[in-house]
Every structure is written in C-alpha cells, then in structure tokens.
C-alpha cells in the first residue's frame, strides 16, 4: 500500500474525488494536498504543513495539477516537494515548458516535429510585421499560458491582428502569434501516460467556432489513431519532458500537427468518451513511483 498525492490549488474538483476512490480500489491511499495551504521551504528543501505545525512527510509520490489559479505557487511547493525526495509525476521544468505556448514551441521545432509557424514578441507593430511576413492570415494569436480555448483569438487581416495585438499588450498580456491550420475546428486529444498512448478522441467545434475546445462546447468522440499520429503524440510528449500529458493534434489541410502540449490534462470528457479509466491507470503509474519513506 503506497501513500499517494495531488498536488493542487483546487483541491474541490470532483475529478480529485474519483482518483481517491481509484487509489481506494487498489488498496493505496491518495492524499488531495492544498498546494496554497502549504509552504515551501529551501534549506533543508522541504513543504511545510502549517495545519499541523510540521513538516509534510509520509508522501511516496504526488501528482501536480498545475492550471491558471497561483500557478508559481504550485510549482515551489512541487519543486520543494521533489527535491525532498517524493517523486512526480510530470516534473516541475517540464510543467513550465508546457504551459508556455512559446516554449513548447522551441521544443517542438528543435525536435522538428510538426508545428504550426509561430512567432513571439510583444510590441503590436512589430509582432503584426512578422507575422504579416513569416505566418500569413488569417493567423491565431495566443495568450502563451492560454488554457480551454480563452486568450486564443483568430484574426483575418493585419487591422484585425494588430487592434488584438494592441488590446493585449495595454493589458500587459505576453502572447505568440501563429499560422492558422485549415480548416479549423478539428482537433484530437490524445492522452500519453509514460510514453504510451492511452487513447485519443476528436473534438469538432459547434458552428461559428474554431476552438474545439470542450469547455467551449465541442463535441467529444473516442477516435482510432493511426500509427503515425500515436508516435506523434508519444514524440511530442517525450520532447517536452512531460509523463502525462494532453497532446492536441490540429488538423492542417491533410495532415496532424501539434496544436498543445498540455501538463494538467482533464479527462472527465475523455473517460465518458472513451469509457477508459484514466483515474485507474493514473494511481498505477504514481504508485509505480513510489519511495517508501
Ligand atoms: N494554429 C491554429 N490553427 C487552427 N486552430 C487552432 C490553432 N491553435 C489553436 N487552435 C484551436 O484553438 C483551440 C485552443 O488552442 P490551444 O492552443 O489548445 O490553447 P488552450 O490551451 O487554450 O486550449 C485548439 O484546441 C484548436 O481547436
Ligand atoms: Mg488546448
């Protein structure tokens, strides 16, 4: 029996509560830790516990759930966490690097996996040049830590582009500018559990809409990956660092790219797609990791 956690600041999310009754199940226990209840400490590194007056000790290996809501907070708490010893599922470097548009995007290209053109920068005429030069239109801009479709905005023509681009950047919004995948709206959610494809659904976009996002109302349905696609994401996955991960392949003309490599993948739209026990597995790999204290 292995002493299992998550690492989160939304301890509350029912999708927590099936993963301890899925530890439960096979006979481990799993701990839901409130990342902003608790204090990273530097020297000697370790997480202090402040509801008991003690250090957190006992954890034989933690899952973070790293989303929008005090994200640095989460990553010092898992950082000292990991450096105490307790190992992680999905390291703290990796998580970074996933969250940032632009720097999954690095990874990709150095790796020379299929991506769409994308370029970085912040002052909106200067970013409208290259983007009007090296991406085309219409072209998508991206808050760099976007998530569930928010901050990510098509624009048709360069007056369009740079009125976004001026919005965000008076709002103090870092942002990528990339080339828009044709024909929008299509995208596979393939799920990667240490190096292995757990299986994948396609999202389709309602009407008006090319976010196919399901926190913005796309459908989701299981879908068969062909072998190229599987060691695409397998591939993706492996070059960002991540263990588990939601890599998002967008449709482009005929072929898949790779649209997101997200660390804090959801899965309670996959698991009712795909009928697959994504809680279940999950508790085997953490538990697989386990360190007796
Ligand atoms: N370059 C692109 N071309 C076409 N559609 C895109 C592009 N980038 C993103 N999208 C669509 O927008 C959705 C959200 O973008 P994504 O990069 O996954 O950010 P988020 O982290 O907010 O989900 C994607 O699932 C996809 O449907
Ligand atoms: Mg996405």
């Not at 998530?147 to 023509?157: K, L, N, T, Y």
């Not at 929008?184 to 008006?208: C, K, N, Q």
């Not at 890599?247 to 309670?268: A, C, F, I, Q």
């Amino acid at each position: 029996m292995a002493h299992l956690a998550v690492l989160t600041a939304k301890p509350d999310l029912p999708l927590y509560a099936g993963l301890k009754e899925a530890a439960r199940a096979a006979g481990h226990t799993l701990t839901v830790l409130d990342a902003l209840r608790l204090a990273a400490v530097s020297d000697p590194p370790g997480v202090w516990d402040p509801q008991h007056g003690a250090p957190l000790a006992g954890v034989e290996a933690v899952l973070p759930r790293v989303g929008n809501w005090r994200p640095d907070s989460i990553l010092a708490v898992l950082a000292a966490l990991e450096a105490s010893g307790v190992p992680t599922l999905n390291r703290p470097a990796p998580i970074r690097r996933g969250r940032d548009h632009w720097r999954t995007t690095l990874a990709l290209a150095a790796a020379g996996l299929p991506h769409p053109e994308t370029v970085a920068g912040s002052e909106p005429e200067t970013l409208a040049a290259a983007a009007a030069a090296l991406v085309g239109f219409p072209c998508v801009v991206k808050q760099r830590r976007s998530r569930m479709g928010v901050g990510v905005i098509r624009c048709a023509c360069r007056a369009e582009l740079e009125a976004v681009l001026d919005t965000l950047w008076r709002l103090g919004e870092e942002v990528v500018v990339q080339r828009f995948c044709p024909p929008g709206g299509v995208t596979r959610r393939v799920l990667v559990l240490d190096g292995e494809v757990l299986g994948a659904t396609e999202h389709r976009a309602g009407p008006g809409e090319f976010r196919a996002n399901a926190a913005r109302g796309a459908t989701v349905a299981p879908v068969a990956l062909g072998v190229a696609e599987a060691d695409l994401a397998v591939a993706a996955a492996a070059v960002v660092g991540l263990d588990f991960v939601g890599v998002d392949l967008l449709l482009d003309g005929d072929r898949w790219v790779v649209g997101e490599v997200n660390p804090t993948p959801g899965w309670k739209h996959f698991a009712a797609a795909t009928g697959l026990d994504v809680a279940g597995r999950l508790v085997e790999a953490l538990a697989r990791r386990a360190v007796p204290p």
